[in-house]
């Protein structure tokens, strides 16, 4: 349905909700290095339970790999530095959703992009909110969008 793009995660257990809502979804997850861990990591599949082995999953060295072999595709960037709210976005299947690293977010070069895109926030006093919630909120948004 969507692919999920997770560039250089960190918390296994937010990587492992996530496996799981993209076979929820029938969505591809896409993991770029350097991740944070072991993807034998025992928290990792603990948080994807039992259905590690049926999520469609794909590992790149860079995410000018994973770019290169998509580049027809459309990618939407996630930040919290931008002020366009995903609501404003037509998703299509197939889009490429782009999260960035749990401590530090997306390269500028993305967060800059005129595909970059936010979930708006109505406190000063948190940064962001959880990686696997913020994949949840836009997804599901696409798919509402397309079904």
């Known amino acids: 349905m969507f692919n999920i793009v997770l ?7 937010n990587t492992g909700n ?3 809502l993209c076979l929820a979804t029938n969505s591809t997850l896409h993991l770029v290095k350097p991740i944070g861990f072991s993807l034998d990591d025992k928290h990792l599949k603990r948080a994807g339970l039992d259905y590690w082995e049926h999520v469609d999953i794909k590992t790149y060295d860079s995410f000018d790999m994973l770019y290169s072999k998509n580049s027809s595709s459309r990618f939407y960037y996630l930040t919290t530095k931008t002020n366009r709210p995903y609501t404003d ?5 197939g889009d490429y ?16 992009s005129d595909q970059a895109i936010t979930i708006p926030m109505f406190s000063d006093k948190v940064r962001s909110i959880n990686l696997a919630t913020a994949v949840s909120i836009v997804l599901y948004e696409g798919i509402r969008q397309i079904t």
Request: no cysteine.
């Open 7 to 13: 560039y250089e995660p960190e918390i296994p257990p």
């Open 18 to 20: 996530i496996a799981r």
């Open 89 to 93: 976005v037509k998703f299509t299947a």
């Open 97 to 112: 959703l782009v999260f960035g690293p749990e401590s530090r977010g997306l390269p500028e070069k993305y967060v800059r």
